[in-house]
Nanobody, 122 residues
Framework: QVQLMESGGGLVQPGGSLRLSCAAS????????MGWYRQAPGKERELVAT???????NYADSVKGRFTISRDNAKNTVYLQMNSLKPEDTAVYYC????????????????WGQGTQVTVSS
């Protein structure tokens, strides 16, 4: 079984910073793309940033220049450094990863974390 465990959310003032972490554990053979998504109250879940196994990144326009996604393949962990936070960044942030296991080596399975709350408010 594979699990994704997020950490690092919390309450921060506008202009502040937070760093989210997401560690994958279980019977993992390899991890393809990893990413962060968010869902604000009353809105649909949206992409924040993704990173491929080779390190190529993609960001939502709303976070470009403020957020940085990175990963540590040795630790099966993806990070999201969030700077210059705005009230509109308030949401539950979810980690996602496309993971290959011993029973699914040819086609990765998409896994989600349980989510971590980020609140930007003065």
């Amino acid at each position: 079984q594979v699990q994704l465990m997020e950490s690092g959310g919390g309450l921060v003032q506008p202009g502040g910073s937070l760093r989210l972490s997401c560690a994958a554990s279980g019977s993992i053979s390899s991890i393809d793309a990893m990413g962060w998504y968010r869902q604000a109250p009353g809105k649909e879940r949206e992409l924040v940033a993704t990173i491929t196994g080779g390190g190529s990144t993609n960001y939502a326009d709303s976070v470009k220049g403020r957020f940085t996604i990175s990963r540590d393949n040795a630790k099966n962990t993806v990070y999201l450094q969030m700077n210059s936070l705005k009230p509109e960044d308030t949401a539950v942030y979810y980690c996602n990863a496309d993971i290959r296991t011993a029973s699914s080596q040819w086609f990765p399975t998409s896994y989600w974390g349980q989510g971590t709350q980020v609140t930007v408010s003065s």
